[in-house]
């Protein structure tokens, strides 16, 4: 079937993943064209790249959808789709049902892991409320299956069977 990869990003250092009880962070979330996926490894450049292994969470996705509603939930047209600190936001596909999927994404493999839960910096990142309003929508993480890039733009994606 026919998405199309809205955004992508890639960010080299961790704004608020083990900093609890300290103020965020301030490393940089960029928003780039393309990304380069590492079977077993992650997104190149990312700050999740061989960060353990096997680990579920190599590479994110975020709905397109739940970005243009959290933009008018907490009245902010200009929040930006990076507030969310995931690197794929998809549109045209719901992606919470990629948990426990294996599927393909622009020629890409992946395996949907787990959901990738809202935290309470999500208040401060996108505004009051956030964490809780984002429960059950806050994305997916996956483990990178094969080697590939992805682009912004139309993408095929193609399911596998669920992963047992």
Known sequence: MDVRLRHLFISPGHNFFGRHGQAAAENPTREVQEIMCRAGHGVEGDRFFDYKENYPGQITFFSWDI???????????????????????????????????????????????????????????????????????????ARVLSDGPLAVGPAGLVLAQPVA
Do not use: H
Not at 97 to 112: N, P, S
Not at 114 to 126: F, H, I, L, R, T
């Open 67 to 141: 970005y243009q509603a959290a933009k008018v939930k907490f009245a902010a047209p200009a929040l930006s789709a990076g507030a969310f600190r995931r690197n794929v936001v998809l549109e045209g596909y719901d992606i919470t049902t990629l948990l426990g999927q294996r599927f393909t994404l622009g020629g890409v493999e992946f395996e949907g892991t787990v959901e990738s839960k809202p935290c309470y910096w999500m208040n401060q990142a996108v505004g009051p409320g956030a964490e809780e309003w984002l429960r059950g929508n806050g994305g997916l993480r």
